[in-house]
């Protein structure tokens, strides 16, 4: 059995704009850089999708690069934003509950980005064995 990679990247490019949704929901109009940025690389991942679905040779490498690159983003943006709530900590501030609910909505998005990333790496080079 073949990873079908385009239907891979459709549902990781869904799953990453609605965390974008989730975070404009969770924590409010503060959020509009998480629904940006979830929305961008959502559609990003999508269309790589569909290139692949038309056979495109150049579009598994482009969504292994992608989901790396966005790891590479949300891994630092999840590191970032713990430390941002461990300075919040200590004065109980007001915003420590968005930046708590921030700092797991990335991690899970970094979590998923190197999944992604090692399915397609795995199909890449074994291209029968996922």
């Given amino acids: 059995m073949t990873l079908s990679l385009h239907l891979l990247l459709y549902f990781y490019g869904t799953f990453l704009i609605l965390c974008g949704i ?3 929901t969770f924590i409010g109009l503060k959020a509009k ?5 979830g929305g961008m690389s959502g559609a990003i991942n999508i269309a790589i ?3 692949i679905s038309t056979g495109s ?3 598994p490498w ?3 690069v992608v989901s ?3 790891f590479i983003v949300f891994s630092w943006r999840s590191a970032k934003t713990l430390f941002k709530v461990f300075e ?3 004065s109980q501030h007001p915003d420590l509950n968005g930046k708590g609910i921030a700092f797991l909505i990335i991690s899970l998005m970094a979590v998923v980005s190197i999944v992604v990333f090692m399915l397609q790496l795995v199909n890449a080079l074994y291209p029968y064995s996922v």
């Fill in 49 to 51: 999708g569909y290139l």
């Fill in 68 to 70: 790396l690159a966005l």
């Fill in 33 to 37: 850089t998480a629904l940006m940025s």
């Fill in 88 to 90: 919040l900590i200590p």
């Fill in 57 to 59: 040779s150049f579009g």
């Fill in 62 to 64: 482009l969504g292994i």
């Fill in 22 to 24: 989730i975070a404009v």
